[in-house]
């Protein structure tokens, strides 16, 4: 598991993640809670998790710690979230 202390949002990510069909709590609520994580391309991070709703997402991070002092460990730039099938 993958400790998210934060997300950063922006308009884009805002507006992307509808396109999905996700909101921005369903994003925070699998981030903050259970979830598996997987190391992606590019340093990305992966996370994989049920909502409360039953919605299984998957939702692709950024780390964006590479200077502690503006941002601190565990602070992620939400790049993409959609749901999967559940199987």
Known sequence: MVVVRGLIWDKW??????IHSVTKDEVEEVCHGKHQAILSYR???QLTGM?????KLTIILSPEDR???VYGYGIYYLLTAFEEEVK
């Open 51 to 55: 909502t409360k709703g039953g919605r």
């Open 43 to 45: 340093g990305r991070i």
């Open 67 to 69: 200077d502690l002092k």
């Open 13 to 18: 990510n805002k507006e992307h993640i509808t």
